[in-house]
């Protein structure tokens, strides 16, 4: 399985509201004690671990946000990896901080990370989570530029870290029981 957490690279990204998909794996790479390594032919970085016999990709891509798609793409060509073997972590300020939605397909919903996702794999049948930011006060296109490119706030983390750390029990749950046991347990 492939794990995509979405985001753009650099430290003045890392903590921003558009950043959930990398805190994501990043969480469920401390658990399962995987390092991250530049993969440059891939434009991503990336962390493997086995479980149940088979190996898993954890994977941040280095294309930034509205690119995602295509290191997923080059990825999942070379290792043969099925649209129904990738999931998807990202943002969405649609929904409530912290709150967890996970869907097996759908729309990009305005989220140009996961647009670029659906057309470069080539299907919208693609496993993602989204995990609410909030919602920006205003609505117009700047504003909420300069909000997905803001900083959490401490309030804001300490509701999102609830979410975080649940992360590995995410994945771990996914892999052991399928997508339909995760969308039960922990879409509330």
Do not use: W
């Amino acid at each position: 399985m492939l794990i995509v957490g979405l985001g753009n690279p650099g430290k003045q990204y890392e903590k921003t509201h558009h950043n959930v998909g990398f805190m994501f794996v990043d969480e469920v790479a401390k658990s399962y004690n995987v390092t991250f390594k530049l993969e440059k032919k891939f434009q991503c970085y990336i962390g493997e671990f086995v479980q149940n016999g088979k190996k898993h990709y954890l994977m941040k891509p280095t294309t930034y946000m509205n690119l995602s798609g295509h290191a997923v793409r080059l990825f999942s060509d070379y290792y043969n990896i099925e649209s129904d073997d990738i999931f998807v972590i990202y943002d969405d300020m649609d929904l409530p901080i912290g709150t967890k939605r996970i869907r097996k397909s759908g729309s990009a919903g305005g989220h140009n990370g996961m647009k670029s996702m659906i057309q470069e794999v080539g299907t919208s049948e693609i496993a993602r989570l989204r995990i609410g930011i909030g919602r920006s006060k205003e609505d117009s296109h700047d504003k909420v530029v300069d909000f997905v490119l803001s900083n959490f706030s401490k309030s804001e983390m300490n509701i999102l870290n609830e979410t975080l750390n649940v992360s590995a029990n995410i994945i771990n749950d996914l892999i052991n029981h399928g997508i339909d046991y995760i969308m039960n347990n922990y879409n509330k």
